[in-house]
Every structure is written in C-alpha cells, then in structure tokens.
C-alpha cells in the first residue's frame, strides 16, 4: 500500500518556476514508477512525467521537455517535479502516481498507476 501527498502548488508567473513535491508512505516506493499528470478544466488527465524506481530512466511528454524535471529521493520516499518557463497552458492540478514495474508504452498511461494523490493546483498566469 503506498499513499501519496502532493504539495507546492500555487500561483507563478508565465516564466518563473515552481517545484511540486508528493511524499510517499510504504515500504515499498523504492520499487514504484512514480509518475506525474496533470488535468486542466474540462480536458483529460494526461501525462507528464515519469521516473523508474532506480532513478535511472525519465519519461516526459512533449509538452514539457526541456522545461521540467522528475526526480526522486527514494531514502526520503519523495518524488519532484521542477517546472522551469513555465507557460499559462501548463495550468492544471498536477497529481503524483505510483506503479509497479517499468513499461516504455504503459507508464505514459493513467491505469498503468495502482496508487494517485489528491492532486495540487498549479496557476500560471500571463
């Protein structure tokens, strides 16, 4: 069982920066893919980022390559997003995920997760 708590949302300026953070409990993070979406007003959760158990592979959509970051500290069960330049189009609540196992194709994907934050709103304003 693993339960996540995102935090660091808020409002930033189309160009700033901003890094979210989801604390994970359970013995078991080290093992997840931990993944970051997000879902703006009206539209699909989509996806944003991922990162393998060891840290080691990174996934991003095109959306934000270049401009975000995932990283995880498995020793302090917690997984970040940096967002750099960000732009008004990036506003949405960003959830943080959790699941087992690595797949190029499936971690793209909501259901590939078992385990999902509560989410934290993210505001870019122009």
């Known amino acids: 069982q693993v339960q996540l708590v995102e935090s660091g949302g808020g409002l930033v300026q189309a160009g700033g920066s901003l890094r979210l953070s989801c604390a994970a409990s359970?013995?078991?993070?080290?093992?997840?893919?931990m993944g970051w979406f997000r879902q703006a007003p009206g539209q699909d959760r989509e996806f944003v980022a991922a990162?393998?158990?060891?840290?080691?592979?990174?996934l991003y959509a095109d959306s934000v390559k270049g401009r975000f970051t995932i990283s995880r500290d498995n020793a302090e069960n917690t997984v970040y997003l940096e967002m750099n330049s960000v732009k008004p189009e990036d506003t949405a609540v960003y959830y943080c995920?959790?699941?087992?196992?690595?797949?190029?194709?499936?971690?793209?994907?909501?259901?590939?997760?078992?385990?999902w934050g509560q989410g934290t709103q993210v505001t870019v304003s122009s």
């Open positions: 359970g013995r078991t993070f080290s093992t997840y893919t």
């Open positions: 995920a959790a699941g087992p196992g690595f797949s190029w194709n499936g971690i793209r994907t909501s259901k590939w997760y078992n385990y």
């Open positions: 990162i393998r158990w060891s840290g080691g592979s990174t």
